[in-house]
């Protein structure tokens, strides 16, 4: 069975662009969340979708945004990038949203977009 | 206001020893936690997970230990081996909070031959 992958793998930008990444998650998982890992903030949650809807979103201004489609295939959005924007994205896909102490549903990880803002 | 800490940034372990990597966290509505390791350019990779109805989860050289009234958890590897250098990430999610994880910001283990 495929693993989460995400295109494309390093990207380079100028300030004030926008940049949208792709993720394709494991075949059947139907969750898709994203997160950013800086060196200095280390892994942050970004967003949850779930059925083409944002369940969740973490701490991060509205110039991030995502999307899901009906295949479960997401991307995310940036735009008016920053120099702080420089960070490795990593999308994660898991078969439901988890709900629950009782729940083991459990987060499979793609390799990353490195973005770089220049 | 970091919620997950793991306090060692790093951890050096003779190889067939055990290696002992904690994590502590403080907010209480925490109900599922997990491990992740770690390689360059590589995606986390799963370990294993715990829920808070439970203390202790194995899976074979990995046993996971959770203290909720001290709020710390634990990772065991036994015995360690050379390919399980990495960095551990601990992860912690809220009830009813979906996928949200919040990370800590990990321990490199190097395990020497």
């Known amino acids: 069975k495929a693993g989460v992958t995400q295109t494309p793998r390093y990207l380079i930008k100028t300030r004030g662009q926008q940049v949208t990444l792709s993720c394709s998650p494991i075949?059947?998982?139907?969750?898709v969340s994203w997160y950013q890992q800086t060196p200095g903030q280390g892994l942050q949650f970004l967003f949850e979708y779930f059925s083409e809807t944002q369940r969740n979103k973490g701490n991060f201004p509205g110039r991030f945004s995502g999307r899901q489609f009906s295949n479960s295939r997401s991307e995310m959005n940036v735009s008016t990038l920053e120099l702080g924007d420089s960070a490795l994205y990593l999308c994660a896909s898991s078969l439901f949203p988890a709900e629950g102490a009782t729940s083991t549903d459990t987060q499979y990880f793609g390799p990353g977009t490195r973005l770089t803002v220049l | 206001d970091q919620q997950v800490k793991q306090n060692s940034p790093s951890l050096s372990v003779q190889e067939g020893r055990i290696s002992i990597l904690n994590c502590d966290y403080t907010n209480s509505m925490f109900d599922y936690f997990l491990w992740y390791k770690k390689y360059p350019a590589e995606g986390p990779t799963f370990l294993i997970s715990?829920?808070?109805?439970?203390d202790k989860n194995e899976d074979g050289r990995f046993t996971v230990f959770l203290n909720k009234s001290a709020k710390h958890l634990s990772l065991h590897i036994v015995p360690s081996q050379p390919g399980d250098s990495a960095v551990y990430f601990c992860a912690a999610r809220r009830r009813n909070y979906g996928q949200n994880f919040v990370f800590g910001p990990g321990t490199r283990l190097s395990v020497l031959p």
């Open positions: 075949s059947g998982h139907r969750s």
């Open positions: 715990i829920s808070s109805i439970k």
